[in-house]
């Protein structure tokens, strides 16, 4: 009997139905705004009628069960997808369901009497849009205390501090976490007493963040009580995203796909991105221009900062930026590194000063903003770096980096990337490394779409930017 049945299954349900409200929301009023917006009024526009409505709704609903896009299903909810892999699903339940009605309005006899514009741009905007619908239907789950699901950690070692760490920071996975559990350390119980603390309290979920060498006795002991039972093996960076277990001739065991080794994905990234720089940068023109005089008028000097950094492979490229600083910026940074010994050590640890007197206040107000980076189109248009990638770096800076940096360079930097989107300044300097290292080993399109998402709503909300 799992005796934590009965608070998952209210916490997991109530995250699954306002999931749903807010697909289903999201869905049909962007397919109404395009009716309103691009329809044709000779012909009818979908949904014209009950039955469109319901055909479309069952294809996505069945597509998106199947696809574990609503923390396992109402009969057994559980664990959510992680982030980057509910993207590509919701991307394809959307389709199906789009794809499904063109064809049902086709074979229905229609095929003249409906408006193919709006459904073509309430697709594209329910792919962009929904993600976004439910990254914030998230926060304010958690914001409101509503959905949160219990858990408990059984190791309380660095693994597992870590783990809680991130996991209270989380809006996603919307789990709460009561506690830890550990033979060594002073907290909830020992690993005996965990059966009894699901019985009593009824929490269904259990981390575990031991050693091998006790991971398989606790979970023969915990499933008794734990419906589910999350197996986190040590704090190593590994390529999360695109590890799927498999039953090797009953070996559990991880199938690792590398998205860097599949040279259509590559190909890809590279024509949208250069595509998109294209496209930004004439849309940006007006906004450039007037970048351009602001930086010119604020302070004496160049209005573009030409910084050395490294490129794929170590090659060294110049970035370009528009100019945030004052223009013996150099000798500045000298004298002050120089007088202040508290100052030196913050910049030999993170090649950044947070309160920095070099920069002018226009800068300030570009560096918040990030809009220092536009120019950095440029240097995606040359290939020389990418919209998304890791943050590109100088020289010195390889020492930080040490074995990682093999990794590292394997890839172009970007503009934006996964560090941006985690904390930017906030985060230390080895959590950065960490990041860049992270974001190269599961690399994926959809990683940079996700990347891409969340990095409107940090330049919407100028966290970390300094």
């Known amino acids: 009997m799992n005796f934590g049945d009965g608070k998952l299954l209210r916490s997991a349900r109530v995250r699954i139905l306002l999931l749903m409200a807010s697909d289903l929301l999201c869905i049909f ?7 309103a917006l691009f329809g044709d009024r000779k012909v009818s526009i979908p949904p014209r009628n009950g039955w ?43 389709t199906l369901g789009y794809v499904s009605l063109f064809a049902y309005l086709s074979l229905s006899g229609e095929r003249g009497n409906f408006s193919r514009t709006p459904l073509f741009c309430a697709w594209i ?28 950690i059984a190791g309380m070692g660095r693994t597992g501090t870590m783990l809680r760490d991130v996991l209270e920071r989380d809006n996603h996975f919307g789990f709460r976490i009561n506690g830890f559990f550990d033979d060594n350390k002073p907290c909830l119980g020992k690993l005996s007493d965990l059966n009894a603390y699901a019985r009593r309290n009824k929490v269904g979920f259990l981390i575990l963040c031991l050693p091998p060498d006790k991971l398989i006795p606790v979970i023969r002991d915990c499933s008794k009580c734990f419906s589910h039972i999350i197996v986190v093996p ?41 595509m998109l720089a294209i496209f930004a940068v004439i849309l940006l023109l007006p906004l450039f221009l007037i970048l351009i005089l602001v930086v010119k008028l604020s302070s004496r000097g160049p209005v573009f900062y030409i910084a050395n950094r490294l490129g794929r492979g170590g090659v060294p490229i110049k970035v370009f930026k528009f100019r945030t600083m004052y223009a013996d910026a150099d000798e500045r940074l000298k004298k002050l590194l120089d007088n202040d010994p508290e100052l030196a050590r913050e910049w030999n640890e993170k090649f950044k000063l947070d309160n920095d007197p070099r920069v ?13 980076e536009l120019p ?91």
């Open 376 to 466: 950095q189109l440029l240097n995606v248009i040359r290939g020389e770096m990418a919209l998304i990638g890791p943050r590109p770096i100088v020289k010195e800076e390889i020492a930080y980096y040490g074995n990682d940096y093999d990794i590292f360079k394997r890839v172009k930097p970007g503009i934006t990337g996964l560090w941006q989107v985690s904390g930017r300044s906030d985060l230390s300097y080895e959590e950065r490394v960490k990041i860049d290292v992270i974001y190269v080993l599961n690399w994926s399109i959809w990683l940079d779409y996700y990347i891409f998402i969340r990095t409107i709503r940090e330049v919407l909300s100028g966290r970390g930017a300094k």
């Open 234 to 274: 040590d704090n190593a960076v590994l390529p999360i995203s695109w590890s799927y277990p498999i039953n090797l001739c009953n070996f559990g065991s991880l199938e690792i796909s590398n998205h860097l080794m599949q040279r259509m994905s590559l190909v890809f990234k590279k024509i949208v991105e250069i």
């Open 125 to 152: 905007a329910s792919i962009l849009l929904l993600p976004i619908c439910r990254f914030f239907i998230r926060y304010l789950m958690k914001k409101l205390n509503i959905g949160r699901i219990p858990a408990v």
């Open 360 to 372: 002018t206040p226009i800068g300030r107000w570009l560096r918040k903003t990030s809009l220092d």
């Open 29 to 35: 009023g962007l397919l109404m705004l395009s009716a």
């Open 52 to 94: 469109d409505i319901m055909v479309w709704a069952a294809v996505f609903w069945c597509s998106a069960i199947q696809l574990r896009l609503y923390h396992g299903n109402i009969l057994y909810p559980g664990c959510a997808i992680g982030p980057i892999e509910e993207i590509r699903r919701l991307c394809a339940a959307i």
